[in-house]
């Protein structure tokens, strides 16, 4: 039984680069309420975080970078090699992070609960879940992706892979093992088929896929509908790049997407997720000639609503001209143009320099006054 009464949660870890943030993302595609603790982990020594004193005083000014914040490759660097410094970290972060999962669980309507963290085993984290899943990958991918995706050199990749507990021992804990190393599909059905078992023996939970609004519904799409989302945006995207279900299939380990149905037919999405608290969307298309203000309207309700639903702090949507030129259907609904400067927490500057594509205009709303993290800003 978990630390949180009346929620079942499940405890997701993985050696780096096993594509936990996939998995996690597929849980929340079928229902499932997701953390991310290594995030609360970088949130808890922020500037003005409780984290933030703490580790300068253990550590030194040299962590600091130019801006104030602290440097979490300065950081890094030090604590991968030296287990006694990693030690001295953790004993700082894992109250605040364990604090912050408190507030986020029982916050949350949703029934079942993702927690995915490194350090799950090796801390008493484990101990508050149902079920611990555990993610694999060779050794090869695992250093490729650090390599490509994080710009780590071949050393540093080794570095981080070696500072950790060998994947053997986290096997020997692991209720549910996923095997990352083949396609999105195949690990989409061992988490589909290991969720199948967790819902069979919870029957009470019920997702709330979709909702309607007027003579339109809007629902969340699963990766089964990959094909289809494939065929409406080749029809409908600006750029005119054919869209395929490997594509989109793809795009599911980052994100879900909002679909605007209309007797069973696409006629409107948009891409969304909810990360570190905040809320992205991307991939706005409606059919040519739909009422925009009411494609959008019913897109954007949804979309607040799971957002709220999720104790989301702030919505960022990442606009094409065309779209953001629609300046008073977007302050009706609470939206402002920014720029990454007019935003005041370091969090959401953040996720804009890390969500936002190019070509594209900011649109911001607050969805929340009570910062569920405060100060852990």
């Not at 970290?89 to 963290?117: C, F, G, M, Y």
């Not at 059905?189 to 939970?205: C, H, N, S």
Request: glycine content about 6%; overall charge neutral.
């Amino acid at each position: 039984m978990s630390a949180w009464r009346g929620k079942y949660a499940i405890g997701l870890t993985g050696n780096i680069a096993t594509g936990k943030s996939v998995v996690r993302k597929m849980l929340e595609h079928l229902g499932a309420y997701g953390i991310d603790a290594d995030v609360l982990s970088h949130r808890a020594i922020m500037k003005s975080s409780p984290g933030y004193q703490p580790v300068i005083d253990t550590f030194g000014q040299w962590v600091l970078g130019s801006n104030g914040e602290i440097d979490r490759n300065k950081l890094g660097e030090l604590v991968f090699k030296n287990p006694d410094a990693m030690m001295r970290l953790e004993t700082i972060i894992h109250p605040l992070v364990r604090q912050a999962l408190d507030v986020l669980v029982n916050k949350t309507s949703h029934p079942i609960v993702v927690i995915e963290a490194i350090k799950l085993l090796e801390s008493d984290m484990h101990n508050l879940c149902d079920q611990v899943w555990v993610t694999m990958s060779s050794s090869d991918l695992q250093l490729e992706r650090l390599i490509e995706k994080r710009s780590l050199t071949r050393r540093e990749a080794e570095d981080r892979i070696n500072a950790q507990l060998p994947a053997t021992a986290k096997l020997t804990k692991a209720d549910v093992v996923i095997e990352n190393d083949g396609t999105f599909e195949k690990t989409w059905k061992q988490v589909y088929d290991a969720w199948q078992v967790i819902t069979q023996k919870e029957p009470g939970f019920i997702p709330t896929p979709s909702k309607s609004y007027g003579k339109l519904d809007v629902k969340r799409a699963t990766p089964e509908s990959a094909e289809q989302i494939a065929v409406y945006m080749s029809q409908h995207s600006r750029s005119k790049r054919k869209m395929t279900k490997d594509d989109i299939m793809e795009a599911f380990g980052e994100k879900a997407y909002m679909l605007l149905m209309s007797d069973e037919e696409i006629i409107g999405l948009l891409g969304w997720q909810v990360e570190n608290l905040i809320t992205r969307v991307d991939d706005v298309m409606l059919t040519e000639g739909l009422a925009i203000q009411n494609g959008l309207k019913a897109l954007m309700s949804f979309v607040e609503d799971s957002s709220k639903e999720l104790q989301s702090e702030a919505a960022l949507l990442f606009l094409p001209p065309s779209l953001a030129q629609h300046e008073n259907l977007w302050s009706g609904l609470g939206y402002q143009a920014r720029t990454v400067k007019d935003l005041q927490v370091k969090a959401w500057q953040n996720a804009v320099m890390e969500s936002m594509p190019p070509g594209t205009v900011l649109l911001f709303k607050q969805l929340r006054k009570d910062r569920i993290l405060r100060p852990m800003q």
